[in-house]
């Protein structure tokens, strides 16, 4: 899709379909719709005046060969109060737009952006929305049609707008879209193709045009290491165990005083269970339990483009955990990379395993900052359901700034607490620590046992397990993985 900027007037757009937001406020009060509604000859009032179109956020009208107009067809969608408006909101009716285009094949789309965000934040939000929406999955379906896609986005204002604005804005969001897309495929991948090799080979060539330094850590390097941890959740699997770590090209020479930002995303390829083997019930979709990793080189993928000022590394423990005659058992007792022993009372909880020795790689390669991202308990959706993912840690400043971003990323996040109290719940009477509580407040104590690896290093951690999966798809979006947390993560450090 190509998406552009478009000075001028909608009146004279040429095109398939001109989308226009409506709000829910204006239904009742024409007044700011005068102009659309006289240009049309009455046919926008009309509309609203049958209620054959209310403004709820994504509900469509169209109308055909609209009065007044050189556009086909003229979309009407609406985006909710005016009140309730915040940022995210735009790029969510964006992505309306392109679907409903993309459902009539109209190829050819201009989206009218109303007075009420800057220029170019407002041509971020509507390309990473259209390109949000323009996806689609069934990667493996041999079908003679493609599915539609709409070639060309044009974004046009009522005011005069700066190209120079327009156009920055709109490089960013198809940078940040594309790479929330990228993370969504990778997600979406079943684990017989996306092994933890074929991960660190997509890593390699996506990062490699995108201006990342990919260095992957094999399982020999991993055994001099010690990361035990890591090695232990992989080894029921044929498949071996991978450290990606992504570095962003010319940021070699770090600025002292500034600290480094490590982003560590969970990379089980497919998570079984291992010996503690799950139910049968929604096994397939633990071929998503890299959605942490896939977020982590997405956002990576992202920000070597936009080159922020920070200094920021990326790593990916990625592994299969499956059971074998290899693997590891409950109650066996492991010494992490950080010299800590846990017991692995429930091999179901990995995710924190491989988390642990790579939060603890990253100290020492000079971390002073890290964010953690995992599709990490069931808990956390038992707690937040498909709407808020979980925020913890000990970095309260990058906490409230992830929480203040949210209005602009759309992806929600809701702070959890993390007293000592919860620490009890994780000892163990052979090892330093074990690596599963009781049922109670079970997101909260995997964030107590990844605390231990971050030490007093300040550390976020974001439990993605409720949102990194869309099972009914939404007006802007296809079912299927949602790349949640790329958007977060490039805003933090932009
Ligand atoms: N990958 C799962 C968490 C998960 C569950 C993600 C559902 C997405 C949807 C994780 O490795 C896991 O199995 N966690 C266990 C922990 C338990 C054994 C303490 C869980 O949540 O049941
Ligand atoms: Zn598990
Ligand atoms: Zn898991």
Redesign the pocket.
């Given at each position: 899709m190509r998406i552009e900027f478009q000075p001028g007037n909608y009146r004279e757009v040429v095109c398939d379909l001109l989308a226009y937001p409506v709000f829910e406020d204006e239904a009742s009060d024409l007044a700011s719709l005068k102009s659309l509604d006289q240009i049309t000859r009455g046919a926008v009032g009309s509309v609203i005046a049958s209620r054959e179109f209310k403004p709820e956020l994504h509900l469509t009208c169209r109308i055909c060969k609209p009065a007044g107009l050189k556009a086909r067809n003229l979309l009407l969608v609406g985006a909710g109060k005016k009140s309730n408006f915040h940022p995210a909101k735009l790029r969510e009716v964006a992505g309306t737009v392109v679907r409903n285009a993309k459902s009539r094949a109209c190829k050819n789309v201009a989206f009218f952006c109303r007075e009420i965000l800057p220029a170019s934040l407002a041509c971020r939000l509507a390309a990473e929305g259209a390109l949000y929406a323009d996806y689609e999955p069934g990667l493996y379906k041999t079908r003679d049609n493609e599915p539609e896609s709409v070639d060309t986005l044009r974004l046009l204002f009522e005011r005069r707008v700066a190209r120079g604005e327009a156009e920055e804005g709109i490089r960013r969001g198809i940078i940040t879209g594309e790479a929330t897309n990228h993370a969504r495929t990778l997600s979406n991948e079943p684990s017989n193709i996306l092994t933890p090799s074929q991960f660190a080979e997509r890593a390699m060539t996506m990062g490699a045009s995108a201006g990342l330094t990919v260095q992957v850590l094999e399982r020999d390097e991993l055994e001099k290491l010690g990361m035990n941890t890591l090695l232990a959740v992989g080894r029921g699997s044929e498949e071996p165990p991978k450290l990606i770590i992504l570095r962003i090209r010319g940021q070699e020479k770090r600025r002292a005083g500034s600290p480094l930002f490590a982003l560590v995303g969970k990379g089980?390829t497919f998570?079984s269970?291992?010996i503690?083997i799950?139910p049968p019930e929604k096994m397939e979709e633990?071929k998503g339990?890299m959605a942490g990793g896939a977020a982590v080189l997405g956002a990576m993928l992202a920000l070597a483009q936009l080159r922020p000022r920070r200094h920021v590394i990326g790593l990916i423990p990625a592994v299969e955990?499956l059971p074998s005659g290899k693997a590891i058992k409950p109650g066996d007792v492991v010494r992490s990379y950080l010299g800590k022993t846990i017991e692995i009372v429930n091999?179901?909880?990995?995710?924190r395993l491989i988390l642990a020795d790579a939060m603890a790689y990253a100290r020492t390669l000079g971390a002073g900052c890290i964010v953690d991202i995992a599709t990490l308990t069931g808990a956390i959706a038992i707690a937040l359901g498909h709407v808020n993912a979980g925020i913890l840690g000990t970095d309260q400043k990058t906490i409230d700034r992830i929480l203040k971003n949210c209005s602009v990323t759309g992806e929600k996040f809701w702070q959890l607490p993390l007293d000592d109290e919860y620490r009890k719940a994780i000892r163990s009477d052979i090892a330093d620590l074990k690596n599963v509580g009781n049922r109670a407040a079970g997101a909260i104590t995997a964030a107590k046992f990844l605390q231990e690896f971050a030490e007093d290093t300040p550390w976020t951690h974001l439990d993605i397990a409720g949102v990194d999966l869309d099972s009914d798809g939404r007006p802007f979006a296809c079912k299927g993985a949602t790349g949640y947390g790329v958007r977060t993560l490039v805003h933090l450090l932009e």
């Open positions: 089980v998570d269970g291992g503690s799950k633990m339990d955990n091999t179901d909880a990995e995710g």
